[in-house]
């Protein structure tokens, strides 16, 4: 699933309030590491993350790796932190983030 720009920002604002719950450091992405990931984004959805100063990866690279890993979405890399987003398929239907649609302007033909 791509994110269009406004569900991108709408994340955005979402992320602003949220704990860093996910750290990389020197050890790098791990299966713990994805594990851990995967776990909060299937209870949260929309998780928030940051790279030390000793990891090997730039937070850029520790995103997209770890989206890849994870089968979520990279919503935004600032400094060192980052957020990632996936829809989460357990729970309840009023929990869920709801994504902004994107409204087509109408066809003039």
Request: hydrophobic content about 35%; overall charge positive.
């Amino acid at each position: 699933m791509e994110l269009t720009s406004k569900q991108r920002a709408q994340l955005r604002g979402l992320a602003n309030g949220l704990d860093t719950i996910l750290q990389i450091g020197k050890e790098g992405i791990g299966d713990n590491l994805v594990q851990q990931a995967n776990e909060a984004l299937e209870a949260r959805e929309l998780i928030k993350g940051r790279v030390l100063e000793s990891a090997m990866l730039t937070p850029r690279e520790a995103c997209q790796t770890l989206a890849r890993l994870t089968r979520s979405e990279p919503v935004q890399v600032i400094g060192t932190k980052f957020v990632l987003y996936r829809e989460s398929h357990s729970k309840e239907k009023k929990d869920k983030i709801v994504l902004v649609k994107d409204r087509k302007k109408p066809n003039p033909n």
